[in-house]
């Protein structure tokens, strides 16, 4: 199977490889991510997910940006501005737009998907950043 952006996150993507966040899973409760591997458990979208998928979606770009921001009106509250905890993103993103350091560690490859064998068993990575041979960013909020 071919991992794309589109089908990375996709049941078929998860049952064709493992992830450190499968093998995390299995570690807290094995019958929960089993269900979620075969298709009978969906994990909801929680505050603390959309906040990290809202920065990632700016380091990856402006138009991604723009099309999570639309695609996400949860994140709004009826006058426009953004919620608390997606203003505290926010308020992350300005942070790192200050720090030269920052941004240049921001610099390479964004959302690039690896594949490879483990324990001889096949895996997959999306990293938030990388520069082929010199680093790979992997951002936590």
Known sequence: MQLTNDNYYTQEANAAYWSASQVKAFLKCEAAALAEAQGEYEQKDTTALLMGSFIDAYVEGLDQFAK????????????????????????????????????????????????????????????????????IVDLKT
């Not at 690039?112 to 990575?125: D, N, S, V």
Request: aromatic residues 12%; hydrophobic residues 40%; glycine residues 8%.
């Open 68 to 135: 999570f921001k639309d695609e996400h009106p949860e994140l709004y509250k009826r006058d426009g501005t953004l919620k608390a905890d997606y203003a505290k993103a926010a308020a992350m993103i300005d942070r790192m737009e200050h720090s030269p350091v920052f941004m240049d560690y921001l610099s390479g490859e964004k959302q690039t998907i690896l594949t490879g064998e483990l324990f001889g068993l096949p895996f997959k990575a999306k990293l938030d950043v990388f520069v082929p041979g010199e680093r």
